[in-house]
């Protein structure tokens, strides 16, 4: 499928990621998603960004697993994401292509499953808002490989116009290691 494609397919699924972000996550998984490596992607939601991320580990004969818990927002900390009960059919539908593992749960209860230093390639999307987001990345950064990329979504410049904790979470875990494009944070183990 390549490149293209995988960004085509990604622009018909409905999702915030900008077509620049599109763009620089083909590249941060494509340049960092190592031969028969292991990805990780943590709030998958519709499969915009699986898509992608898939796309790089086909190539390189690697492993992509998504975990989330496909309702919407059930404990009501995003409530412009009302629960909805059909996001696991849209997002199976939308990634029947693409080799994906996935599993149907909050992260939270899976961590505790997964060894240390196990993902090349970690792309965290899932709950924006603390507690679950510093959960999300601390436990994200445990699992990742030495050199591996920890990356994620919705790093939000101005706090006045996105009230989510992404942003103050990064900059607490990560001051002075990170790297920032668009609204994509990335962190080298």
Not at 17 to 31: D, F, G, H, I, S
Not at 94 to 113: R, T
Not at 131 to 141: A, K, R
Request: aromatic share 12%.
């Amino acid at each position: 499928m390549g490149k293209e494609n995988a960004i085509l397919m990604s622009s018909k699924i409905f999702s915030y990621t900008t077509p620049l972000e599109k763009e620089y996550l083909w590249e941060l998984a494509y340049n960092n998603i190592p031969l028969h490596g292991s990805a990780l992607e943590i709030g998958s939601w519709n499969g915009g960004s699986s898509v992608i991320i898939a796309e790089a580990c086909r190539i390189f004969s690697s492993s992509l697993l998504c975990i989330d818990k496909f309702c919407g927002d059930l404990d009501g900390t995003a409530p412009q994401y009302k629960k909805d009960p059909e996001v696991i059919y849209r997002f199976v539908k939308n990634v029947e292509c693409c080799p994906i593992n996935i599993v149907i749960a909050d992260a939270s209860d899976i961590y505790k499953f997964l060894a240390d230093n196990v993902f090349d390639f970690v792309f965290v999307d899932g709950n924006h808002y603390l507690p679950q987001v510093e959960i999300d990345l601390i436990n994200c950064y445990r699992i990742l490989k030495p050199g591996g990329i920890l990356c994620g979504h919705d790093f939000v410049e101005n706090e006045e116009l996105n009230p989510w904790d992404v942003k103050k979470t990064v900059n607490k875990l990560f001051s002075g290691r990170y790297e920032l494009r668009e609204s994509i944070f990335t962190v080298r183990k």
